[in-house]
């Protein structure tokens, strides 16, 4: 795994290496952070983290997806999700196949709530989580979430790699 931290993203695929594997089409270049997890040395996707100082309904709203009114921090998370490639997702990217492939897992919305409750909330729709994260309090599902995102990764890349290897037979 290799954690990043505030750095921008090329527009360009060819100014991507190995270790930073990540370019946007988008228009939103610096996540607050990233986790890019390799298997067996190969890119196999990334969960993108941005952090936000504000209540959740002022991040995340869905009666302006319904009305297609989405707010610029809407926008900025679900760019996030829809935007990011990889050349090097599942090795070189040669195959059609995975040249399509979004690299992103996840996006995660992570915000404080200073009333107590401690959770998440999914919209996968858009590949966005809401997850709140307060100093002081129990973060067990912070961790659990993690490690379920990961397996998932994981996973996608063990199934996405037994069809290459079958196409190739």
Known sequence: ???????????????????????????????????????????IGTIIFDFKYRPRNSIWNEK????????EVMRQLVSYGDHLHSPYLFGNG?????STLSPVQE?????????GTSGSKEYADHKVSLIELTPGLDHTYFVEKLKL???????????????LDNIKV
């Open 64 to 71: 302006l997806i319904v009305n297609n009114q989405q707010n």
């Open 94 to 98: 040669s195959h059609p196949l995975v």
């Open 1 to 43: 795994m290799h954690l990043v931290y505030e750095a921008l993203l090329p527009s360009q695929s060819r100014l991507t290496t190995m270790k930073d594997p990540l370019y946007t089409r988008g228009t939103h270049n610096c996540p607050d952070g990233r986790l890019d997890v390799f298997r067996n040395e190969l890119f």
């Open 107 to 115: 996006v995660w919305a992570i915000y404080p709530n200073r009333y």
């Open 149 to 163: 995102s990961i397996d998932k990764l994981v996973q996608r890349s063990k199934t996405i790699m037994e069809f």
